[in-house]
């Protein structure tokens, strides 16, 4: 498991660096540190919050619908980060997977996930039953 960990990593880097070496040619043809605050992280943190840690669908509903709100809310600059922090509240208490958890689209062609059966979910796991000698 760790080697695909490392493999996801070293694959999201590659793309950070490509996406980042594309911004830096784009006018006026620099980054300046104020273009990236503590608003751009938080509306990207609730971006993937809303949409879901492990649900690709999930990830592009939830950049659809947070980069909607944070279009609508440019007017109320003031509130919006109380908003944003509020939705973060609310979406980890009433839906802690994410917006992606409660869909029925799937990576795989739209088939519906099915979580195990509920004999074998309560049952032991029985590499923790082996006695350490």
Known sequence: MPKY???????????????????????????????????????????????????????????????????????YYQYRMLMFGMVIVLVVIFMPRGIGASSTISSCGGAQRRSAPAERRNRPNPMLLRSRT
Request: charged content about 10%; proline content about 3%.
């Open 5 to 75: 960990k490392v493999i996801a990593f070293v694959i999201s880097a590659l793309y950070a660096g490509c996406a980042g070496s594309l911004q830096a040619h784009m006018a006026p043809g620099f980054l300046h540190p104020n273009n990236y605050t503590i608003n751009e992280m938080i509306t990207v943190l609730l971006m993937v919050v809303f949409g879901g840690l492990g649900h690709i669908w999930g990830g592009v509903i939830g950049a659809i619908v947070i980069t909607i709100v944070d279009d609508f809310t440019r007017d």
